[in-house]
């Protein structure tokens, strides 16, 4: 440099701070950032901080590096130097750091690297990680503010807001945190103390000075550009600029065998072996626990915590009836962190009356609930009308915002639900106020009112729709017939249950469906209520329900009081429908005559309605009994022609049993790529309508036509999985053909005793419900029954065949064993 640049750099230096003096020497050199930080081997950042002054004590190496770079001689290196330590020799202020963890923190590595790249990259300069008590917040934004460190030359600086008890205390603590004495002017003190330093100040626990966290947090932000706020809170500051991010609860197993990979998992095993018990050889009762904690860390440490005095097995139990136990935390910690029922308690104090009121009347639903279900609860009018979904829009979203409630989409549609920790606690609050059997109340009649214009959608274009919703509803639905039954309120009961029905069907809940009919109809008995129509359909879900069971007598008694009632009130669609029920029971029973004159009197009653939909059902029933007994061609046609109708009109389940008759009919005429075709197009349209019933059938049916291709590996799998949903759903009738078929399968496969085994296990199945083996099925059942004959031993044979009988289908039907394993002991002589 020239003598003369010497001597400029004399005269600024003393007017100029380090950073200042670095940036005329560049610029002097011709020298641009990028340019300056290749030559010394630096980042760009990194000049740039030393120059706006966001780093203020350059290392002797770096100064070295900066110098050489420059091309500086003996005096102007002493020049920077000598600026350099007079920066560094400035009094800094002393920040508050983040509290040292106290130990590991499990499972969070997905929260970290999405948040540090909010605040790390700039993306937003203040960020609000939110959630409920108990999540987990504290923990993860001290793991965060360690990790970000880096990011901030200035420091990070911990403001505790835990032990507050007055807001005005806010600016007071902030000041603390970052060094600076208290003053009259301590908002602007604070602002000026920061400058243009890169900093980042991170308010831990807010939910209780929130407003006046977000004021300062307002005031800082537009005064300081470089300034970066984390903020945990269980409620949102709502400052312009702010993102949030909520902290989910941690991840839970997908099953049993991934157990050691959920952080919710380690984490309970973690804390419970640190308490001197290790629950490594339980992880199955340990998924048990987490789950009903729902991944809430602090519940599972609580939880974990009793294990020094309860099995896992007692804790998990005890935690089915009640989260009572959750309590007894460290006595270094905030009486809201020592028990779930404090760290909810926290929150719960901190709502107004009217949030308070909202809060308990929300825990009558389970498993969640819509803006529709929530306004006809808060409101107590059946139809509320704008301003009630106003206001109850307006009070889900304050107890959102404060993280007691959680928001979930799908399909274009808002759902909310609470934690079941939370929700237990609500519900204690509704008994305290006396609201709760006004609130069960309404909770009732919305779902008496959605399940009843569900079941007129059902059989139309919107049928999965409405049955997915439903499912959505199960436990809200459960726990509005459990409201019925328990106050004896007959009305309710029998509406109810009678417009489920159908759903129950649809979706294989025909146990449940079924109880739910029969103690409405033994309440109405009880409480001699006369309600007619309501009592006719709920006769008519009772029989077709317990008909599926194959319970064929009780399914006759109520279909044919059904049929009366609906006589009585001249009801003729009520009447076609029972006709149609009851050809189904005649069917099974193998009376196919009466099955037809029964589906032929339904036809004629549709017919004379006009309605498209019952006639193309009679037409697919006929056509079930036909090719049942053989009839192929009979049947081709009648099941044709339902199934033009069905796409016609929509009605899934209708066309799913319309391919499914269509595929046995061809499958039993030998045209097995046909029959594939219309099965599996039956199979996909069941599993997406969720038809249970549907889907169990098309397995059936494929296993067959694998069977006939002689694929028997792929036709056991078929045939188990057909068994496993029949056997679930409670359909003994077609369990027996499935057995019959495995049978035919492990003769095939050479395992005849194995064979005998399972005919002996389908005649057993035959003989308690008194249903005898389709006309159709019969070639198949004596050819595979006459191979095993003459393979085995008569005494082998009779063996086999009575150990089969004696056997109960849910042991059955665990599965075609292998070659070699034998799964259950009580059949191991067969496999």
């Known amino acids: 440099m020239s003598s003369d640049g010497s001597r400029r750099g004399s005269d600024d230096v003393q007017g ?67 600026s350099a330590r007079k920066d560094t020799d400035s009094p ?28 790390g990259q700039r993306i937003t300069r203040l960020l609000t990680l ?186 998990a139990g005890e935690l089915e009836t009640s989260f009572g136990i959750l309590a007894g935390g460290s006595r270094t910690a905030s009486p809201r962190q020592q028990s779930m029922h404090g760290a909810i308690e926290w929150s719960h104090d901190l709502l107004t009356a009217a949030e308070r009121d909202v809060f308990a009347q929300l825990s009558v639903f389970v498993g969640g609930w819509s803006l529709n279900a929530a306004a006809t609860v808060m409101s107590g009018q059946t139809a509320p009308g704008p301003a009630e979904r106003a206001d109850a829009l307006d009070l889900t979203g304050r107890l959102a915002d404060k993280s007691l409630i959680r928001v979930t989409r799908h399909r274009g549609v808002a759902r909310y639900y609470m934690l079941a920790v939370i929700r237990e606690y609500a519900a204690d609050r509704l008994v305290a106020n006396g609201s709760a059997d006004e609130a069960s109340r309404r909770h009732a009649d919305f779902y008496v009112a959605l399940a009843e214009q569900a079941e007129r959608e059902l059989r ?76 006719a359909k709920a006769n008519l879900g009772a029989g077709m329900l317990a008909f599926l069971q194959c319970e064929y007598d009780v399914a006759t008694t109520r279909l044919e009081t059904a049929r009366a009632q609906y006589e009585e009130l001249g009801d003729v669609a009520g009447r076609a429908l029972v006709m149609q029920r009851l050809g189904g029971v005649a069917r099974e029973r193998g009376d ?40 192929l061609d009979i049947a081709a046609r009648r099941c044709g022609r339902a199934r033009d109708s069905f796409r016609r009109l929509g009605d899934g389940e209708g066309l799913a049993w319309s391919l499914i008759s269509l595929g046995a009919i061809a499958q039993y005429r030998g045209e097995l790529v046909e029959a594939e075709g219309l099965l599996q197009e039956s199979l996909a349209l069941s599993q997406r309508l969720g038809y249970r019933e549907g889907v169990a059938w098309s397995l059936n049916q494929l296993g067959i036509v694998e069977r006939r291709r002689g694929l028997t590996e792929r036709a056991v799998h078929l045939l188990d999985e057909s068994l496993a949903e029949h056997r679930d759903l409670g359909d003994r009738w077609r369990s027996a053909s499935v057995l019959e078929e495995l ?68 042991a059955v039907a665990d599965g075609y064993p292998p070659q070699n394993n034998a799964p259950d002991p009580d059949r191991s002589r067969y496999l």
């Open 92 to 119: 800094q202020p002393v920040l508050r750091r983040p509290p040292a963890a106290p130990n590991e923190l499990i499972g969070r590595t997905t929260e970290l690297t999405a948040t540090r790249r909010l605040l």
């Open 130 to 315: 939110t959630g409920p008590g108990g999540v987990g917040k504290t923990r993860l934004t001290m793991a965060l503010a360690t990790e970000l460190a880096s990011d901030y030359p200035d420091g990070v600086a911990w403001v505790p807001l835990d032990s507050l008890t007055d807001a005005a205390a806010v600016a007071p603590e902030v000041a603390a945190s970052i060094g600076l004495a208290d003053s009259g002017r301590l908002i602007e003190e604070i602002a000026e103390q920061i400058g243009q330093r890169s900093m980042l100040l991170v308010f831990d626990n807010c939910s209780h000075v929130v407003a006046a966290v977000g004021q300062v947090c307002a005031a800082l932000l537009e005064a300081c550009p470089n300034l970066a706020i984390l903020a945990s809170s269980r409620e949102l500051l709502r400052v312009a600029g702010e993102s949030v991010y909520v902290v989910p609860s941690l991840v839970l197993p997908p099953d049993e065998d991934q157990a050691e990979t959920s952080a919710a998992v380690r984490l309970f095993v973690e804390r419970a072996t640190a308490r001197g018990y290790d629950p490594t050889g339980q992880l199955e009762q340990v998924t048990r626990v987490v789950r009903r904690l729902e991944g809430m860390p602090l519940a599972i440490e609580l939880a974990a915590a009793r294990t020094n005095v309860m099995t896992i097995e007692e804790l």
């Open 460 to 535: 139309g274009a919107n049928q999965e729709e409405w049955l997915d919703r439903l499912q959505g509803e199960l436990d809200n639905l459960r726990a509005a017939m459990a409201w019925a039954l328990q106050t004896r309120s007959v009305s309710a009961a029998l509406r109810l249950s009678g417009a489920l029905w159908l759903f129950c069907y649809l979706r294989g809940h025909y146990a449940e469906g079924g109880q739910w009919l029969e103690r409405a109809l033994a309440l109405a008995d009880a409480e001699s209520v006369a309600d007619a129509a309501a009592s």
């Open 743 to 810: 049978a035919a399968v492990a003769q095939q496969r050479g395992r005849s005793e194995y064979a005998a085994f399972l005919l002996g296990a389908a005649d057993g199945v035959r003989e308690v419900i008194q249903a005898p083996v389709p006309e159709v099925e019969k070639r198949d059942y004596q050819g595979t029954r006459s191979a095993i004959e003459e393979s085995l031993d008569r005494r082998v044979f009779r063996t086999a065949w009575s150990a089969g009988r004696s056997a109960p289908l849910a």
């Open 16 to 82: 100029a701070g380090f950073g200042g003096l670095l940036r005329r020497h560049r610029r002097e050199a011709g020298l641009s950032q990028e340019g300056l930080a290749e030559l010394a081997g630096l980042s760009v950042d990194a000049i740039a901080a030393l120059e706006r002054g966001r780093r203020r004590a350059p290392r002797a190496h770096t100064l070295r590096l900066l110098a050489d770079a420059l091309r500086l001689n003996s005096a102007e290196r002493t020049q920077l130097t000598t």
């Open 592 to 631: 196919y005559r009466a099955a037809e004159d029964l589906h032929c009197m339904s036809y004629d009653l549709y017919e004379s309605l006009g309605d498209q939909n019952g006639m193309s059902w009679a037409h697919n029933h006929l056509g079930f009994v036909a090719w049942l007994r053989g009839d």
